[in-house]
């Protein structure tokens, strides 16, 4: 009984920073001033945030990790198969590269 106690924990815990992370990357889309290119028309960070949180709506039961978020919506266009990108800076990428990147800059600073 002790055993499923801990996994539940274990389990909540990981739930939970799997929520801080995935509110992190949203709120740095929406707050970046960066330009989102989704399939082939500019977005703002605001735009681009609204639309991932509703495709995250949509996709929340199949998502297990923060990088499964970043997969299934932040990755690409599901009607067109289209990458999404982002300009930052004068500098062009693909989202989910970006966002990886920023995953990794938060976890490194948070205990």
Do not use: Q
Not at 24 to 29: A, E, G, K, Q, W
Not at 67 to 75: P, Q, S, V
Request: net charge positive; proline share 2%.
């Amino acid at each position: 009984m002790v055993l499923f106690a801990g996994i539940v924990f274990y389990s909540s815990a990981l739930r939970a920073d799997m929520g801080s992370e995935i509110d992190h990357l949203l709120n740095y889309i929406e707050t970046s001033g960066c330009t989102f290119i989704r399939n082939g028309k500019s977005h703002s960070g605001r735009d681009a945030g609204e639309h991932i949180r509703k495709k995250y709506s949509y996709t929340k039961r199949r998502v297990k990790t923060t990088e499964d978020f970043i997969r299934y919506n932040a990755t690409e266009s599901s009607l067109s198969g289209r990458p999404y990108e982002v300009i930052c800076d004068g500098t062009e990428k693909a989202t989910a590269k970006w966002l990886v990147e920023e995953l990794t800059r938060f976890r490194k600073k948070t205990p």
